[in-house]
Structure formats: C-alpha cells, structure tokens
C-alpha cells in the first residue's frame, strides 16, 4: 500500500512541477507560446533588459535590418534606461514586463504581492514612454495559481515561447543559433536575453539565417 501512495505522491508531484516550468501547457493560465499559423514567421524577444550598451548595440542591429522585436524588461532597469525604452517605442517594437525585480523568490509570493510587483513595473513602462504594457513573461518561465491569479485580476497577456535559445549559457552565438535553427517551425517565439554581450552578435548571425531559411520576422500580436 506504501508503495502506491509514494507513487502517487511522486506523479502528483511531477504533474504539479511540469505544470509550473511549462507554460506552453496552459494549466494555470493561457500563454502565448506560439503564433497560430503555418507561415514561415518567427518572433523574437528579448527578456532582462534594458541594459545600457548591450541593448544599444542590439538595438543597432535590429534598426539596420528593419526587425521589429520584443521586450520584457524588468522594471527596476526599465527606470535606470528610459531613454533607451523611448528609443526601442521609436524604432517601433513592442514593450512587455518581466516583473519588477526578477528576485528568485518572484513565484513563492502572494498573489497580491505578484499583483503589485507587476504593477509597479507597468508605471516603471509609463514613466518612460507613457504605456503600461499588457504582456507579460514570467521571471524563470513559471507560472502558478498565485501569477495567474494576479495576471487574470489585471487583464495581462501571459507570454512564454516556443524555443529557448540558452543564449545565457557560455556558448559561441554560432552554436546558439545553431540550436535556434534546428528548433525552427511556423509562428515561434523565440527567447534572447538583451543584456548579453554577445546579444547583438547573436542576433545579427540569427537573422541572416533565419533569412537565408525563407522565415520572415514579425513581431509579437500584443496591445498596450
């Protein structure tokens, strides 16, 4: 008897895990990960910024080619760079949050403090350009009943993607883009980081092969 409960208590807890880290699987809440089409378009967006000269030069890139993208910045460093928030509104992409913070502990809070944390990246976003922002990534990819609860009391869009570049692991952007590619399918939104250094690099060696592929980039469906 032992036995069927710990393996019950097991498959329980493995459901409840899968649910939380995967947001494509919509048990808490709906997400955006992916664009219902089977045109050859992809998204690109970028979590954790602004962050001064990296998003800069990201930001050269993306104006050269003419590439709209998205951002999920945090709010803490959406006050520190609000010139270069007023400066990705110019260039025409869309802005999204990514909580305030980015604390480890985000998930493992009321849904209350969520709410207001959110909130308070939102006026971070006016502040800067005037608009809250409607979407918005979860730090770490997790979503739970307390996020979904604060998300749903505020009318947000949850966003979460279809390929994870690991642009934050120690690699050569070849080799990320590399792995971008293999993962390539009509309507992903792909995740990047705008405060890497080597975010403009990548970006700039992804959309040559995303080109060279036949895939056009467009930018995320969001309001606000």
């Not at 048990?27 to 990960?33: A, G, K, N, R």
């Not at 009321?110 to 944390?117: A, K, L, N, Q």
């Not at 705008?194 to 592929?213: C, F, G, M, V």
Request: proline share 4%; charged share 20%.
């Amino acid at each position: 008897m032992w036995y069927w409960i710990a393996l019950g208590g097991a498959v329980v807890l493995a459901f409840m895990v899968y649910a939380s880290s995967t947001l494509s699987a919509q048990v808490y809440m709906p997400s955006l990960t992916r664009l219902e089409t089977q045109e050859q378009v992809v998204c690109l967006t970028y979590d954790d910024g602004p962050s001064g000269e990296n998003t800069d030069c990201l930001l050269g890139v993306l104006r050269r080619h003419g590439v709209k993208a998205t951002f999920f910045c945090i709010g803490a460093q959406a006050l520190l760079h609000q010139e270069q928030l007023q400066e990705m509104v110019r260039d025409g992409h869309n802005l999204g949050i990514h909580s305030f913070g980015h604390k480890w502990y985000f998930p493992l809070q009321s849904s209350r403090r969520i709410g207001d944390e959110l909130l308070a990246a939102q006026r971070a976003l006016e502040v800067a350009v005037g608009t809250r922002g409607k979407g918005f990534r979860p730090p770490f990819g997790v979503s739970n009943p307390m996020i979904a609860r604060a998300v749903s009391r505020m009318g947000l869009c949850a966003v979460g993607w279809t390929i994870r570049s690991f642009d934050t692991v120690q690699r050569p952007p070849a080799w990320i883009v590399a792995r971008v590619v293999k993962r390539l399918r009509p309507g992903a939104i792909i995740l990047l980081h705008d405060r890497l250094a080597q975010a403009a690099e990548i970006t700039e060696l992804l959309i040559e092969a995303l080109h060279a592929r036949g895939y056009r980039i467009e930018q995320l469906p969001l309001e606000g």
